[in-house]
């Protein structure tokens, strides 16, 4: 089965700092990670495309990731990062498109879940920037913690244009086991049909040495349940999932989470639902 990775990152600390590894628990995912370092591993799961996401809320970030993109026939998108307040973000995701690699931009990020602010995607100025980017054509994706799914359903009745793409399931207490009121919450942002949901980040959420498949599958079931195949896509979250689990542990958990679903169910989640929200092109 071909596989899609909608959900990776790459990272040169000589060229930008990566300013969120920190403190020994992060150490081992404090060096370079290249597209070279991923491909091998990637093609050995029969990933054919990858989506590269974002780390950093730096505007020359998205600029580099689209050239990297630009040169290679693994990265199928880039999900980038723009800052949405702005009053200039309509010119500056149209600057963007004009820059090398800048056809392969498909959606825009920021780190919702380090804002103080639990309502901050409803602010007025991030309204207006969540709007520009419905208006160029992008996606949106949502990194939040369960408290701010709330603000993030809201903002999807709000803006029905814009479909959100929420990674990592809203980072669920997998290691603590508890399922409420992350469930109710993720239930409600699923009942907006311009949402999505990536099955990724789960291994790192739960116990990073002793987390098992029956760990992860309450979380994964929830969001089959509450999104269906058609709104849900793999993604790896490589090279942070390192600090859990190999890249092929993290391609198993998923095949073993979704093993009760029919093929075309399966073939969506795994590459179907990311092209399409995407608007990938084929490799």
């Known amino acids: ?25 992060l150490a081992p995912i404090r060096r370079d990670f290249s597209l070279d370092d ?27 990731l689209l050239a990297l993109a630009d040169g290679t026939d693994l990265v199928a998108g880039v999900v980038g990062w723009t800052d949405l307040t702005a009053p200039g973000v309509a010119d500056t995701l149209a600057g963007l498109r004009e820059l090398p690699g800048g056809d392969l ?32 054509g992008l996606v949106y994706d949502l990194v939040v913690r369960p408290h701010q799914l709330p603000a993030a359903a809201e903002a ?12 990592h399931l809203g980072k669920p207490p997998i290691a603590a086991g508890q399922l409420e009121p992350w469930a109710r919450e993720v239930r409600a942002l699923a009942a907006r049909p ?26 994964a079931e929830t ?16 090279p942070v999932c390192r600090l859990a689990a190999s890249y092929a542990e993290v391609v198993a958990a998923a095949r073993a989470l979704t093993q009760l679903l029919s093929e075309g169910e399966r073939t969506a989640v795994f590459e179907g639902t990311a092209r399409r929200i995407y608007g990938l092109r084929e490799p």
């Open 105 to 136: 931009l498909v959606g825009i990020r920021h780190q919702v879940q380090g804002e103080p602010d639990p309502r901050w995607l409803l602010r007025p100025d991030v309204q207006r920037g969540l709007a520009a980017v419905a208006s160029a």
């Open 194 to 219: 311009n949402a999505v949901c990536k099955l990724s980040g789960m291994v790192t959420e739960a116990a990073w040495s002793t987390w098992t498949t029956p760990d992860l599958r309450p979380y």
């Open 156 to 167: 999807a009745a709000r803006l029905p244009g814009l479909t959100f793409v929420l990674d």
């Open 38 to 64: 991923l491909a091998p591993e990637a093609r050995a799961e029969g990933v054919r495309a990858t989506v590269l996401v974002q780390t950093v809320t730096v505007a020359g970030e998205t600029a580099e």
């Open 1 to 25: 089965m071909a596989i899609i990775d909608a959900h990776h990152h790459v990272w040169d600390l000589s060229a930008r700092d990566q300013d969120w590894i920190t403190g020994p628990e």
């Open 223 to 238: 969001v089959l349940d509450a999104f269906g195949p058609d709104r849900l896509m793999f993604g790896s979250d490589w």
